[in-house]
């Protein structure tokens, strides 16, 4: 199993321009989550999914959008890249409701808007 | 509203001394409770767990945590430190009772303490 894979790996985005960034999970995780990891902030939860279809917001919604149309993919939409989207987001999922188990994190992607 | 503190942004910790690293948490129901770490330019990694039972949960690389219900406590610990323990540590929280209110039990992380052992 290649477990949670994110990609790119890194970016640079001009102000006003958009991407998406993937997440594909290859462990039937029913959960995904995106977070934002910002220098002594932490992690921050921007939205999170509790399987295919359903998606709900997390402490930082704004300026981000997601879909999960599948149990593997849980892709991250940024539509007007802002220089306060500057972070390294992380991808990760558990298993079904009730997980007592870990979460599976993604390598990251480090994201700069210039 | 579920929530993680750590109130120490770093802790130093000199090579063979006994480590702490303290996690609070506020949940609705009773908790799951966490520990990563992330070395640089890493992803998270899991270290341990507490779901239910011993209070003293054991994990990886010789780590440990200590669940307290009272002080709403999952504290860190290693008997002996390790320069190569260095690196950012948080703690996480999931909410079993957030479904009781009609949310999901989210996975909440705190802001990390980043550990700092030297030789």
């Known amino acids: 199993n290649a477990g949670v894979t994110q990609t790119p790996k890194f970016r640079i985005l001009k102000i006003g321009q958009s991407m998406t960034l993937q997440c594909t999970q290859d462990?039937?995780?029913?959960?995904m989550y995106w977070y934002r990891q910002d220098p002594g902030m932490g992690l921050k939860l921007i939205y999170y999914s509790v399987g295919a279809g359903i998606t709900d917001k997390g402490e930082v919604p704004n300026g981000y959008n997601v879909s999960r149309s599948t149990t593997e993919d849980f892709p991250l939409r940024l539509e007007l890249a802002a220089p306060s989207q500057t972070s390294v987001y992380f991808c990760?999922?558990?298993?079904?409701?009730?997980?007592?188990?870990?979460?599976?994190f993604g390598q990251g992607t480090r994201l700069t808007v210039v | 509203a579920q929530s993680v503190a750590q109130p120490e942004d770093q802790v130093n910790v000199a090579e063979g001394n006994p480590l702490t690293v303290k996690c609070t948490y506020s949940v609705s129901g009773n908790p799951y409770l966490f520990w990563y770490v992330q070395y640089p330019n890493r992803g998270l990694q899991f270290l341990l767990k507490?779901?239910?039972?011993?209070?003293l949960v054991k994990g990886s690389y010789g780590f440990e945590a200590e669940f307290n219900k009272s002080q709403t406590s999952f504290h860190l610990k290693k008997p002996s430190a390790l320069v190569s323990d260095s690196a950012l540590y948080f703690c996480?929280?999931?909410?079993?009772?957030?479904?009781?209110?009609?949310?999901?039990?989210?996975?909440?992380f705190g802001a990390g303490t980043r550990l700092a052992v030297h030789p």
């Open positions: 996480a929280v999931r909410d079993m009772g957030a479904r009781l209110s009609g949310g999901y039990n989210k996975l909440i």
């Open positions: 507490y779901i239910t039972g011993d209070n």
């Open positions: 462990m039937n995780h029913n959960y």
């Open positions: 990760a999922s558990t298993p079904w409701e009730g997980a007592d188990t870990e979460a599976f």
